[in-house]
Structure formats: C-alpha cells, structure tokens
C-alpha cells in the first residue's frame, strides 16, 4: 500500500469549538491582535507549538494509574531510568517538570564568567539560560543552514571548521559543546550521524564533552535513517543508541519526542557536575528521583520514549509533515526546504513581499490564519527574538512556524490548513501589516499588543 496512515485509531475525542469569520475578528480585536493572547479554546486548529500538545496514547493514560507517588526513590523513577538508559546510557539521569530547568541546571554548573557555549544552533531557553549564567551563547550551524534554497538534506549540522577555529582560540572558556538535535531554530533541519561523530570527535581531541539537547532526538533518528545512505537498513532504536554513544550528557524537554504533556531530564557521565546539578535540582525543583513531577509523570514518560522511537509512528509523523509542506508548496505558499521534523516555515517575507517589515508581516500572517480559518501559528523571528538574540540569530528572515503536535490532527486537518492558505494567498495583496502598540520585552511574543494599520 502506498497510502501512509496514522498508525492509531482514536478512543477518545476532544471536541473542537466552531466559530464563524465575525465572531473571530471580534476575538482577535480582544486579543490585540496578537495570537498568542487569544483563549485556546477559541483557536480551531493550534500549531503554536509541538510542545507538550501530544495525545498520549491509551498505555501511557493507563499507566498513569501505576505511577508511585512516594516522596523518595519511588518504583516509578526507577522505570523511568531504566527507559532512558536503554537508549542513553549516561550514569546521571535527573528528572525535570520540562526541558529548561534542566539547561537551567546544566548552565549554571558549568559556565562562569566568560565561558564560551557553541552550539549549532541554540534554542531560545538554552540561549536565554547559558546567558543568565554569564556565558555566551554561539551558533555555529553550516552555511547551508541560512540558504532557503539549499535541498541539503542535513541543513541542522555543526559547523566543524568553525568549531575547530573556535576551540583553538578558546579552549581554556569553553566547558562544553552543545548539538541541538534536530535543530529547532533552522526549520526543526537533523543533524547527520557524520556530523555527530566528527564533532565528538572533535571535543574529543580538545577533551571537552559534548551534550545533546535531543528534544526531537527521534525525529531526527528517523531522518538519519531516510536520508544517511549507511543508516538505511539500521533500525530507530539501533541509530539512537548511537547517536547518544557520541555524547557526554544530554538536556531533554520530554515534551516533544517523549510524547508526554509534561517532563524532561538532564543526564550526564561527571560526578562532579552531577553532585553540583543534584544539589540545585534540590534547591529548585525537588528531591532528585523526582525533579518537579509526579510518580504518574515518570511512568508515562518511560513509555513515551518507547512509543516515540516507534518506527511505524515515526514513518507517519515525518510523512504528515512533508504532505503539509508539499501541499503548501503546490499551492505557491514559500516553504523552507528540504521540510524537517516538527513543522513547516513558511518565508513570509517572500510570501507577503508588499508588507515591509517593520508592519510585522509575520503577525499579519498569523491575523490571516485566524481570521480565515481558527488556525493559530507562531512567528519567530522580529517579534519572538529580543536584540541580543538576534543579533546571533543564524536567520533574521520573518518565518512564521506550523508546528504539528503529535497524534493530534488528522489528514483532514492538515488539508484544512492548506485551503485556508490558499484561499489567504489568493487575497494576499488585501491584506495589510500591523503596529506594535504595546512591547513587552522581554516575553515580547506572548504579550506585545499590536493593531491593524
Ligand atoms: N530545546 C529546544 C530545541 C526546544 O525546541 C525547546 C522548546 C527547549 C529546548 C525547551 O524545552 O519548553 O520543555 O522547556 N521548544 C518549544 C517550541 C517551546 O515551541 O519549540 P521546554
């Protein structure tokens, strides 16, 4: 058969509030005009983010039920090392309530000072974290990275030049490497197991340890295994394993690739930084076999790292997205390419070239969605990135992100958003840019207000 189909069949539903054109022009009139201040109730269809929004599936809602919520040491930790492990084999695993404590953590043990963070491309919170602890964030992501029209198919790799020259310089200010997998802030591109060696190879040589941040570490498993000639006849579960064979420790949001609404982990090798970590997981989240979440979190999680490695669901998740991104593209839409795990980016300054950029082309794009069809996207770039941050952004083009959560939305959905674009493009010299009337730096994106020029 050549039709991909969700690998699920759906037991329970949530139902979705209809509304009407006017009744959405009122709703974002309330808003301010800013998305991400409408009620998600309100919102059709929510691609904001991949983040937490997955549907578990019936064993982990069962699973639930087992979780122990002793205070210390409860059998449900355990399980949930023992799940990790089997793919990350780090000695260290600390439990999180989601990705940032642990960077939190992470970044407060290692840096002082001066120290010097490369990473391909950092995400806003591991950014934001390193530089809250004095260090300083650098992206050192492939040139290919920041051409749209590059089809290589790992546009999420490190730099390994760059890094050599950045080690050679800096050696003595910089305590770790970080490979953000896949990387999220280039279009959610993977990184290849070539690159993942050659750069652990590299931190080898200059003895300083690598970390993952491996939010999507299956997605990016899976493209390895599609698009890395070697990997084709190697399984998920073979290819994570050795992705993590290359790494020191690892900060993990189990949000995304372990399929759960909440958790996440740091785990390492040096006892020294994990005695440091596990004092400040104390301080901060809880005792350490817990890290902030309940024993019912733990158990869900260990089997959303199963579930998520899942080579039938990977296969369907990675399809669905390159279905949305090939449908948008056959209906003119600019869509950043080769599509990666999460999402589509859609080139708003490409797709809305009348609106100059300072009238927030990629808010009147996300206004457009809502209006015409209850879909809420995210614009990162202009409004998303304070000054600092984009300064060392890898893209300044407006990009406005499709982030698809998992196991939530259908075929029909998907194809839903593709009309409502078309119909948008179709009218697209109608619609006009945006003022900023309120700037909230610095949670800019979730509170700036703006209104229709
Ligand atoms: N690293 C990456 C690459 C991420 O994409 C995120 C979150 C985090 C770290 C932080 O994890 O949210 O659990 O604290 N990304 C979400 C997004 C918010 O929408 O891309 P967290």
């Known amino acids: 058969m050549k039709t991909i189909i969700e690998p699920f069949r759906i037991k329970s539903v949530e139902r979705l509030k209809m509304t009407t054109e006017a009744q959405r022009k009122h709703l974002l009139k309330n808003a301010h005009y800013n998305v991400v201040l409408l009620n998600s109730d309100d919102v059709l269809i929510d691609l904001l983010t991949d983040s937490g929004t997955t549907a578990m599936s019936s064993e982990q809602w069962a699973s639930l039920h087992l979780g122990d919520e002793s205070y210390v040491r409860s059998p449900s930790y355990y399980?949930?090392?023992?799940?990790?492990?089997?793919?990350?084999?780090?000695?260290?695993?600390?439990?999180?309530?989601?990705?940032?404590?642990?960077?939190?953590?992470?970044?407060?043990?290692?840096?002082q000072d001066g120290s010097i963070i490369p990473n391909n491309s950092h995400f806003d919170t591991t950014r934001a974290n390193f530089s809250h602890a004095k260090a300083t964030p650098i992206d050192l992501?492939?040139?290919?990275?920041?051409?749209?029209?590059?089809?290589?198919?790992f546009k999420g790799n490190m730099d390994i030049p760059k890094l050599a020259l950045l080690l050679e310089k800096s050696q003595q200010n910089i305590p770790l490497i970080m490979l953000t997998i896949t990387n999220n802030s280039v279009g959610g591109q993977p990184v290849s197991m070539a690159n993942i060696r050659q750069t652990s190879e590299l931190c080898k040589s200059f003895n300083i340890p690598l970390f993952f941040d491996a939010c999507r570490f299956a997605e990016n498993a899976y493209l390895i295994k599609r698009n890395e000639a070697e990997y084709q006849d190697v399984s998920i579960k073979s290819i994570v394993q050795e992705m993590f064979s290359y790494a020191d420790g690892m900060t993990m949001s189990a949000k995304k690739d372990a399929l759960v609404n909440t958790g996440g982990w740091l785990a390492l090798n040096d006892d020294h930084w994990a005695e440091k970590a596990m004092d400040q997981l104390l301080l901060t989240e809880g005792f350490i076999t817990y890290g902030g979440l309940a024993g019912r979190d733990l158990h869900a999680m260990a089997l959303g790292i199963e579930e998520g490695i899942d080579e039938d669901y990977l296969k369907y998740r990675i399809n669905s997205i390159e279905y949305l991104g090939n449908a948008l593209d056959k209906v003119g839409i600019p869509v950043h390419k080769p599509f990666g795990g999460h999402a589509i980016y859609i080139d708003v300054e490409a797709m809305f070239s009348h609106i100059p950029v300072s009238a927030h082309p990629g808010q009147?794009?996300?206004?457009?969605?809502?209006?015409?069809?209850?879909i809420r996207a995210c614009e990162i770039s202009s409004v998303k990135l304070d000054n600092s941050a984009k300064q060392q952004n890898t893209s300044e083009k407006i990009i406005v992100r499709l982030a698809i959560p998992r196991r939530v939305y259908t075929k029909s959905h998907l194809d839903y958003i593709v009309e409502a674009f078309d119909n948008i493009n179709r009218r697209k010299e109608q619609i006009q840019g945006l003022n900023m009337t309120l700037d909230a730096h610095p949670l800019r994106q979730y509170a700036a207000q703006f209104e229709p020029i």
């Open 79 to 111: 399980k949930f090392v023992a799940a990790v492990q089997k793919y990350m084999p780090f000695k260290y695993v600390l439990p999180t309530h989601q990705g940032r404590p642990a960077e939190r953590i992470l970044a407060s043990v290692v840096s």
């Open 141 to 153: 992501v492939i040139d290919e990275a920041k051409d749209p029209t590059s089809l290589y198919p």
């Open 364 to 374: 009147a794009l996300n206004m457009a969605l809502y209006e015409e069809a209850g």
